[in-house]
């Protein structure tokens, strides 16, 4: 619902840096055309505005570049008035570590840009009654045709950068080692289950795209035999389509993987749906024919242990840990080489 959204909201506004002082919302039958929240709420938020010193507004659905004009109008002149795509967009902007990365970001922010530019002008032309419609029309082509340029100029350099990766990755097949890949929704604990086997400093925090790039590490298990473990970026349900297309590169390695190591942080309210959510773009990415291992971490913040791992001995296919205590993680390591083992079989089973 609404609030688990905002809930979301504010948590990818941490990530951001920034300091929540509150969250508000209204329901109406349409949005108002002007600034989509009625004056009411505008004054109210205006008050708050003025109460706290806020320096950002964020709306969690899109904004029309009007409509994001006249709240900075009314809200005063150094308000930020920003929705969901533009934060996700800053994050991902701060995250961005390698070359791939950062021109990933920049094609989504390009792409991002080039609806908003038409709507911008067309704004215009209808605040001016029409009157400029051709110089507007002309303008809207040049800034087009600038943007689309650059945005060809990037997909081609990035296209680049990914057949490097590709030619890497290939080098890494070829060695004997299964690759197993953490997928789950974002802030399931990914990061901290990568840390806690392998000791590698990957970026562990309470915040949203904590890891953005692929990080891949070695594990030695105690029988002697080893997988490469790699996290990937964190899924978010309401995350905008145009980003979801400008990511898949760094989801792609979860399709060469041998096992996908599902984290779903079970303590949280919405376990269910965000395990739906992980489902959804696993089908889209095209692998669901990859094993899957299913783990339920945060098991010590769980109300009640117990019936969890109860429920989970009575399923059968889940592994019950804490990532952070270390807890189940020897049943983890015992699963996923039992895991391995099947995927084994069943490539030699398809070697004449
Ligand atoms: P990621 O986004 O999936 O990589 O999630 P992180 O590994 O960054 O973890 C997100 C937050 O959850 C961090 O504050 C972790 O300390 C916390 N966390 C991760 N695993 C556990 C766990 O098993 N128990 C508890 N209580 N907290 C955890």
Redesign the pocket.
Known sequence: GIEASLRELKQLADTAGLLVVGSTYQKLSNPNPRTYIGSGKVAEIKSAIQAFGVETVIFDDELSPGQLRNLEKVFGGDVRVCDRTALILDIFNQRAATREAALQVSLAQMEYQLPRLTRMWTHLERQAGGKVKGMGEKQIEVDKRILRTQIGVLKKELESVRKHRKQYRTRRVSVPVPVVS?V????????????QLTGAE??????????LDPTTRRVQMKNGKEFLLT?TV?FIQKLPTTLVAAFRATLEEISESSLLVH?V?I?HPLAEQQIEAVEKVLTELDATSIPKLLVW?????AEDPEKLTLEAERRGDVIC?????G?GLGDFCNAVQEKLKDTMVWIEALIP
């Open positions: 953490l789950g929704y974002t802030n399931a604990g990914k990061s901290t289950l990568l840390n990957v970026l562990a925090e309470d915040r949203l795209f904590a890891t996290d964190g984290v942080d303590s971490n945060k098991v010590d913040k840990i804490s990532a952070l205590t807890e």
